[in-house]
């Protein structure tokens, strides 16, 4: 009865002094008109608000880096070099990769993780022979034939091999015997020889030696790969010649070639210390040089810093990033050594004692 009705009535009471902070009352359905300029008003409104989420939650979900500063402590690590370098002028066959560092650490003529591409003068790559399949009991009668009748020369040559051939006048205690074409060339090196001929040379000769310098002479070279340094200062170098030390002297021979000048023009497509991260930027990614005055020695004198990149997932990546100032001048060749130094490319890298560090964070 009379309570439930005093409660009903307080409850209008309430509800109606709460309709008169209304600041938005609506009018009946026979007092509203719908125009074209409202509806344009209505459509044009919600595509700013579609707008305005969108590049909301777009810079939301974007990532930014934030960069800070710290001492290097890490040691006893290696240090990865990734290369990719194109010589346009200069063959695969004259070309000697060699790596040192401060701690006496020295690779010469390094061939392991290092592809050569022999390129024609068009920068074609050159077709190698292909390799002769085993043919074994597949083949044919003549295919079987001819199989055996290069396995039983080889076999014969490796006998020969074992037989101790001459070094034409320059043995040594070291060095008695020289089977090969770069033994003598070792043992004229060693006794300060100039190897200008190899014509009359019969393990040379053998290997067409001279022929395959002659093929190349006009040819290009493609190189990539990767080295593995101590993380100390040093340097890695491309240059022509056969490289060996000499007297703790680092030397090139580039006499066997008969040659004046070498031409070291090169493109970079490719030099980077360690593992790639999201925005990273090689100085010398994409550079080239043209040699116009030929036998140029090219030095990039590159100070590395250690870079440790942590992603949004959490995984971090450990890498490095660089700086390089590049210096060129003429060389004049006399004997195995230029006079003012050696043509080719230089890279003599530095590692900064400091350690950035680049932080994913959501803006």
């Known amino acids: 009865g009379p309570r439930i009705l005093l409660q009903e009535m307080s409850s209008k009471g309430f509800f109606g002094r709460l309709k008169q902070f209304d600041a938005y009352s ?15 008003v209505t459509i044009i409104s919600g595509m700013i608000m579609l707008i305005l989420f969108v590049s909301e939650l777009h810079y939301y979900l974007q990532t ?8 290097d402590t890490s040691k006893g ?13 200069l063959a695969c066959a004259y070309l000697s990769i060699d790596a040192m560092d401060i701690s006496g650490e020295h690779q010469l003529d390094v061939d392991h993780d290092i592809v050569k591409l022999r390129l024609s003068k068009e920068g074609k790559p050159v077709a190698e022979p292909e390799k002769h399949a085993d043919l074994g009991e597949h083949g044919d009668k003549s295919e079987q034939k ?3 009748a290069v396995t039983k020369e080889k076999e014969k040559e490796e006998e020969e091999e074992v037989k101790c051939k001459s070094c034409y006048g320059a043995e040594t205690e070291q060095l008695k015997c020289c089977n090969t074409c770069e033994d003598v060339r070792e043992a004229y090196r060693r ?5 200008v001929n190899p014509d009359g040379i019969e393990q040379c ?5 001279n022929d395959k310098m002659k093929a190349q002479k006009d040819e290009g070279c493609r190189v990539s790969g990767h080295l593995q340094v101590a993380k100390v200062a040093g340097n890695f170098h491309f240059a022509p010649g056969k490289s060996f030390q000499q007297s703790h002297v680092h030397v090139h021979d580039l006499q066997p070639f008969g040659l004046s000048s070498f031409n070291i023009s090169h493109t970079f497509h490719r030099l980077s210390f ?7 930027k090689n100085p010398l990614d994409g550079r080239k040089e043209s040699d116009n005055a030929g036998s140029m020695m090219y030095q990039y004198f590159v100070k590395v810093v250690p870079t440790v990149y942590k992603k949004l997932s959490g995984s971090v990546i450990r890498t490095n990033q660089y700086s390089v100032t590049k210096h060129e001048k003429g060389i004049k060749l006399m004997g195995a050594l230029g006079e003012q130094g050696l043509p080719g490319v230089f890279v003599l890298y530095d590692l900064s004692p400091m350690m950035v560090q680049i932080t994913e964070t959501r803006k």
């Open 77 to 89: 690590e290696k240090l990865r070099i990734n290369l990719d370098v194109t010589f346009h002028r």
């Open 64 to 71: 930014e880096v934030k960069p800070e500063l710290f001492v």
């Open 274 to 280: 360690g593992t790639e991260y999201p925005g990273i």
């Open 146 to 148: 001819f199989l055996k």
């Open 191 to 195: 006794k300060g020889w100039a190897f």
């Open 26 to 40: 609506k009018t009946q359905e026979d007092f509203r008109i719908k125009t074209s300029v409202g509806a344009t």
């Open 205 to 209: 000769e053998k290997e067409g030696w």
